[in-house]
Nanobody, 120 residues
Framework: QVQLVESGGGLVQTGGSLRLSCQAS????????MKWVRQAPGKDLEWISS????????KSADSVRGRFIISRDNAKNTLYLQLNNLKPDDTGVYYC?????????????RGQGTRVTVFS
């Protein structure tokens, strides 16, 4: 069955960095576009960034463009999100997800998430 397992979250000071990973299994990873979405406390799910199946094209939300970088290693079935210059507003649970429109939070599968907390 499809499995998406995120890791790499944690507690970080404003301006710090983290690298999130998502290990995929149970499907042909290199056939699917993937994305990262997040949910801040008390808010709806928010689309962050997407990457096409081959990794050649990616898109990011205005709120993170220039700070977050999405990438993938199809040989390792792994999706990444490099988070730089973190702000308290970036606090939330980050999920990797498969499929859905490239620039919104909808998907057909989503992992359990990894929590990111940014303190000032």
């Amino acid at each position: 069955q499809v499995q998406l397992v995120e890791s790499g979250g944690g507690l970080v000071q404003t301006g710090g960095s983290l690298r999130l990973s998502c290990q995929a299994s149970g499907f042909a990873f290199d056939h699917y576009a993937m994305k990262w979405v997040r949910q801040a406390p008390g808010k709806d799910l928010e689309w962050i960034s997407s990457i096409y199946s081959g990794g050649e094209i990616s898109k990011s939300a205005d709120s993170v463009r220039g700070r977050f970088i999405i990438s993938r290693d199809n040989a390792k079935n792994t999706l990444y999100l490099q988070l730089n210059n973190l702000k308290p507003d970036d606090t939330g649970v980050y999920y990797c997800a498969r499929g859905g429109p490239m620039t919104d939070s909808r998907s057909d599968y989503r992992g359990q998430g990894t929590r990111v907390t940014v303190f000032s």
